[in-house]
């Protein structure tokens, strides 16, 4: 497992601009073992859905509704996944959670680890 601490929620008016930010810490067979990090979030009333998401090649994929808009980075040297998220709408408000997916690199045993979340709150 990786403990992860994300960054960077909060209020922002229609059409502007947020940066989320997830630092990973734990164990050296844990951290380099993470193949995937990304984005997920969760509206009230509503299932958690994946935002973005990033694999240690660099290759990415993102939902349909937050493409152009959203752009996700990683930072292997630093452990730290980014969400760079522009020209934000109402609908994007919720609780954004990261996310790490990987295998001890020792042990071999497959790990999701998550964060506690961080609020996003597009007024209209």
């Known amino acids: 497992q990786v403990q992860l601490v994300e960054s960077g929620g909060g209020l922002v008016q229609a059409g502007g601009s947020l940066r989320l930010s997830c630092a990973a810490s734990?164990?050296?067979?844990?951290?380099?073992?993470?193949?995937?990090m990304g984005w997920y979030r969760q509206a009230p009333g509503k299932q958690r859905e994946l935002v973005a998401v990033?694999?240690?090649?660099?290759?990415?994929s993102y939902t349909e509704s937050v493409k152009g808009r959203f752009t996700i980075s990683r930072d292997g040297a630093k452990n730290t996944v980014s969400l760079q998220m522009n020209s934000l709408k109402p609908e994007d408000t919720a609780v954004y959670y990261c996310?790490?997916?990987?295998?001890?690199?020792?042990?071999?045993?497959?790990?999701?680890?998550w964060g506690q979340g961080t609020q996003v709150t597009v007024s209209s």
């Open positions: 990033i694999a240690n090649d660099g290759s990415t």
């Open positions: 734990g164990s050296i067979s844990s951290i380099s073992g993470i193949n995937v």
């Open positions: 996310n790490a997916n990987g295998r001890n690199s020792v042990t071999l045993r497959p790990f999701s680890s």
